[in-house]
């Protein structure tokens, strides 16, 4: 807004047009995205995802899981924003605590639960 010189009203108005258009979605804390035609973005909470990589990497229990600076990479997300989700993973019971210097392993495979 500052950058454009325009007031707030005036930008969530036309953010409000763009919606309705198809071009932009608001998202969590405020702020607006833009989509992109063909684009398939995944809004699953990150900890559901990155357990997904339990099953689409075919990995045992006790193999060693991706480090989070691995994860931040692979999912546009800063390592922080990762930690939180394998700490959830880790209460979960899916991933053994892993701690600085230590690797994460995988302590039980994922169940899914069907949403209605």
Known sequence: MHDYKVS??????AFAALQQDGVAEPVPGGRWRV?????????RPLDERIADIITEEQLEVGEAFPSASVLSARFGVSRPTVTKALDKLETAGVLTGGGQGKVRTVRALPIREERS
């Open 35 to 43: 989509v992109r035609p063909g684009e398939r973005v995944d809004r």
């Open 8 to 13: 707030r009203g005036v930008a969530l108005r």
